[in-house]
């Protein structure tokens, strides 16, 4: 399961980012989402802000460490989906994070 494709190929009117150096647009999106970090479950913490097929830019008040593996899902009806953290930086009273996503 991958959630970035999925909701890159989900979205009806997609709204591409800005783009400088990618080869693929990212596409913004903002849904709520649960993360599971060491066993730990947090619910609705983070909000996706752009997909790519392979990757998920979110906002979080967690701080997560580069290389970490976490898990992702929209709720808890939801399959969760691994990930690894590629950056995180502090923004005012958040941290914007960039997922990888594992395929399956």
């Given at each position: 399961m991958n959630l970035a494709r999925e909701l890159y190929e989900g979205l009806k009117d997609?709204?591409?980012a800005p783009e400088y150096k990618r080869a693929v647009a990212r596409r913004q999106v903002?849904?709520?989402?649960?993360?599971?970090?060491?066993?730990?479950?947090?619910?609705?913490?983070?909000?996706?802000r752009d997909v790519t097929p392979t990757s998920m830019g979110i906002v979080t008040?967690?701080?997560?460490?580069?290389?970490?593996?976490?898990?992702?899902?929209?709720?808890?009806?939801?399959?969760?989906?691994?990930?690894?953290v590629v950056h995180c930086?502090?923004?005012?009273?958040?941290?914007?994070?960039?997922?990888?996503?594992?395929?399956?």
């Open positions: 997609p709204i591409d903002q849904i709520p989402l649960d993360l599971e970090v060491d066993g730990k479950v947090w619910h609705s913490i983070a909000d996706t008040s967690l701080e997560l460490p580069e290389r970490k593996r976490i898990r992702v899902r929209r709720d808890g009806n939801s399959p969760w989906c691994e990930a690894v930086v502090g923004t005012v009273g958040a941290y914007k994070v960039g997922l990888e996503m594992m395929e399956d």
